[in-house]
């Protein structure tokens, strides 16, 4: 029987990666179902609007049981600040019967679970994102003592839902891993206990390990921290330490 284990549903804007970092690594007995949220761009606006389609698109969980719903986007579950990631977790309960989740609720328990309170971060978001990002880790305990977007990416403009122009790099699912490590290579990590790299776009799974043994501290990503909190959440303990130190827990 497909799910005896435990039955998780995602929602996630446009792109696979989320859906492919559970399906890969999901251990025996876990069913993954998913759903897209309409995404109009990466500007605040944009990611506010998610927010606000997460009751509607949460209720087609309803048709089949799920142990969890989890909403797969790291800056779409914290834009608006301190608790607002505790304010879609609601939504999406209050619609689809099962638990809820956020990948910023996430990435906060992996904090929490490795006594972590420091960290670089790595990102593809516009400035403006990342300081709303840096605002939401430090409100909730974590200092983050260098935040950057990756450079030498293209870049793009893409209309927001106003009458601007928002500059951004290419879709994150379009970047190279091995791009990833050598920005996160280059990113200066003084006083940095850890390294996050944020948004569940970017394809992070299969480089957690080497980045850990290659910079000697802790990774955490998006959709390795959003997998690990699913499951635990779930009460399936499986550790993948492929998936870094983490996973280990």
């Given at each position: 029987?497909?799910?005896?284990?435990?039955?998780?549903?995602?929602?996630?804007?446009?792109?696979?990666?989320?859906?492919?970092?559970?399906?890969?690594?999901?251990?025996e007995g876990v069913a993954i179902n998913s759903t897209k949220i309409?995404?109009?761009?990466?500007?605040?606006?944009?990611?506010?609007?998610?927010?606000?389609?997460?009751?509607?698109?949460?209720?087609?969980f309803t048709k089949h049981r799920h142990d969890l719903v989890f909403f797969a986007?790291?800056?779409?579950?914290l834009i608006k600040g301190l608790g607002y990631d505790q304010e879609c977790i609601k939504k999406i309960e209050s619609t689809s019967g099962a638990r809820g989740l956020t990948t910023s609720t996430a990435v906060l328990e992996a904090f929490s679970?490795?006594?972590?309170?420091?960290?670089?971060v790595i990102t593809p978001y516009p400035e403006s994102v990342n300081?709303?990002?840096?605002?939401?880790?430090?409100?909730?305990?974590?200092q983050v003592t260098?935040?950057?977007?990756?450079?030498?990416?293209?870049?793009?403009?893409?209309?927001?839902?106003?009458s601007g122009i928002v500059r951004i790099h290419k879709d994150a699912q379009d970047i190279e891993p091995?791009?990833?490590?050598?920005?996160?290579?280059?990113?200066?990590?003084?006083?940095a206990e850890s390294l996050f790299i944020s948004c569940a776009g970017l394809n992070t799974m299969d480089i957690i390990e080497i980045m850990e043994q290659d910079f000697g501290i802790p990774v955490i990503t998006s959709n390795q921290a959003g997998l690990w909190s699913?499951?635990?959440?779930?009460?399936?303990?499986?550790?993948?330490?492929?998936?870094?130190?983490?996973?280990?827990?």
């Open positions: 029987m497909s799910g005896w284990r435990a039955r998780i549903g995602i929602i996630s804007p446009v792109g696979e990666t989320a859906e492919r970092a559970f399906n890969m690594y999901a251990p309409w995404f109009p761009g990466p500007s605040e606006e944009g990611l506010i609007h998610l927010g606000e389609q997460l009751e509607s698109t949460a209720s087609i986007c790291t800056t779409g579950s679970k490795m006594g972590i309170s420091t960290t670089a300081q709303a990002e840096k605002r939401f880790l430090e409100d909730n305990g974590i260098n935040i950057q977007s990756l450079s030498g990416s293209p870049i793009k403009e893409v209309p927001n839902m106003s091995s791009e990833l490590y050598r920005a996160a290579k280059e990113l200066e990590r003084n006083g699913s499951l635990r959440h779930c009460s399936v303990g499986t550790k993948i330490p492929r998936l870094g130190r983490l996973f280990t827990l």
